[in-house]
Antibody, heavy 118, light 107 residues
Framework: EVQLLESGGGLVQPGGSLRLSCAAS????????MSWVRQAPGKGLEWVSD????????FYADSVKGRFTISRDNSKNTLYLQMNSLRAEDTAVYYCAEAVGYSYGVHWGQGTLVTVSS | DIQMTQAPYSLSASVGDRVTINCRASQGIRNDLDWYQQKPGKAPKRLIYVASSLQSGVPARFSGSGSGTEFSLTISSLQPEDFATYYC?????????FGQGTKVEIK
C-alpha cells in the first residue's frame, strides 16, 4: 500500500524558514517524480514544485521560485521542501503527492499545515 | 503560464441530477488535463486523467471530455457522496495550474 506521510509543518514568523518532509513507502520511490501542492485556508489548490525521480530536474511555481527548494533522498525514500523567506501568503496545508499530471500521479499525503504569522 | 478558468464557481443540485463542470485553458493543452475531487479536510482525489480516462475505482457516473482548450467533467446522476469541490489541472507545461474549483452543494 502506497503511503505518503508529511511532517515538519508548524508556526513560523515572517522571514523564517521551515523544512517539510514526506516519507514514502509502498512503491519504488526513486522511480517516481514527486510534487508539492498547497492549499491556503478556504482557497483552491496551488501547485508548488516538482522533482524528477533522480532529483536532477526541478520545477517551481513563480510564487516560490528562489525561496523554496525541493529535494529528495532516495536512500531514505523521503521528499523535502525547504522553505525560506516565508511570507504570510505561504500559510497553507502542504501536500506531497506522486507527480501531478503523470500517469501514476494518484497518491497524496494527508497534508501538513504551515502557518506564517508573528 | 497557462491559465485555467473553471465554471461555474459553485452550483446547487439535487441527488439524481446531471451535473457538468467546465474548464477552459488559455491556450491549447491537447488532452493534458486531469479532474480532482476534494472533500473538506481531505486530500484531493483524481477522478479523470488525460481528459477522459476514468481513474481506477472511480464510479462510471463520472466522465470527462474535451481537448485543446475546452474541457468538461460530467456527473451523470449526482449521489450524496459527490457533494464536494472539483478542480481541473493542466499538465501540458510548467508551471502546472489548477482551475479555481467548483463547489457542488446540495439543493
Amino acid at each position: 500500500e502506497v503511503q505518503l506521510l508529511e511532517s515538519g509543518g508548524g508556526l513560523v514568523q515572517p522571514g523564517g524558514s521551515l523544512r517539510l518532509s514526506c516519507a514514502a513507502s509502498g512503491f519504488t520511490f526513486s522511480s517516481y517524480a514527486m510534487s508539492w501542492v498547497r492549499q491556503a485556508p478556504g482557497k483552491g489548490l496551488e501547485w508548488v514544485s516538482d522533482i524528477s525521480g533522480s532529483g536532477d530536474s526541478t520545477f517551481y511555481a513563480d510564487s516560490v521560485k528562489g525561496r523554496f527548494t525541493i529535494s529528495r533522498d532516495n536512500s531514505k525514500n523521503t521528499l523535502y521542501l525547504q522553505m525560506n523567506s516565508l511570507r504570510a501568503e505561504d500559510t497553507a496545508v502542504y501536500y506531497c503527492a506522486e507527480a501531478v499530471g503523470y500517469s501514476y500521479g494518484v497518491h497524496w499525503g494527508q497534508g501538513t499545515l504551515v502557518t506564517v504569522s508573528s | 503560464d497557462i491559465q485555467m478558468t473553471q465554471a461555474p464557481y459553485s452550483l446547487s443540485a439535487s441527488v439524481g441530477d446531471r451535473v457538468t463542470i467546465n474548464c477552459r485553458a488559455s491556450q491549447g493543452i491537447r488532452n493534458d488535463l486531469d479532474w480532482y475531487q476534494q472533500k473538506p479536510g481531505k486530500a484531493p482525489k483524481r477522478l479523470i486523467y488525460v481528459a477522459s480516462s476514468l481513474q481506477s475505482g472511480v464510479p462510471a457516473r463520472f466522465s470527462g471530455s474535451g481537448s485543446g482548450t475546452e474541457f468538461s467533467l460530467t456527473i451523470s446522476s449526482l449521489q450524496p457522496e459527490d457533494f464536494a469541490t472539483y478542480y481541473c489541472l493542466q499538465h501540458n507545461s510548467y508551471p502546472r495550474t489548477f482551475g479555481q474549483g467548483t463547489k457542488v452543494e446540495i439543493k
